[in-house]
């Protein structure tokens, strides 16, 4: 419940949550997306959709981070 609702409110990444929480990306998205939707289906479906939609960005992210590894930012 706890990381559902960091996710939410930060809108931040499984990655950056795991990270705040001091847990595996497994353990975030397992949580999430195997336990939440059995606890709190309403907030999984929010969840979710959050997720689908980093998933959808990752590509920009990842380009993003190459290019200010190339340009020394």
Same mark, same amino acid.
Request: glycine share 6%.
């Given at each position: 419940? *706890? ?5 939410? *409110? ?9 990270? @705040? ?7 975030? =998205?397992? %949580?999430?997306? @195997?336990? #939440?939707? &059995?606890? &709190?289906?309403? #907030? ?7 997720? %689908?939609?980093?998933?959808? *960005?990752? =590509? ?6 190459? &290019?200010?590894?190339?340009?020394? @930012?």
């Amino acid at each position: 419940m *706890e990381l559902a609702a960091y996710i939410m *409110e930060h809108r931040c990444t499984v990655r950056a949550a795991a990270a @705040e929480f001091g847990v595996s990306k497994s353990t975030v =998205h397992k %949580d999430l997306t @195997e336990r #939440l939707p &059995r606890i &709190r289906p309403a #907030l999984y479906r929010r969840v979710r959709a959050l997720l %689908d939609l980093n998933k959808a *960005e990752r =590509h920009i992210r990842g380009g993003l981070a190459t &290019r200010r590894k190339y340009k020394g @930012e």
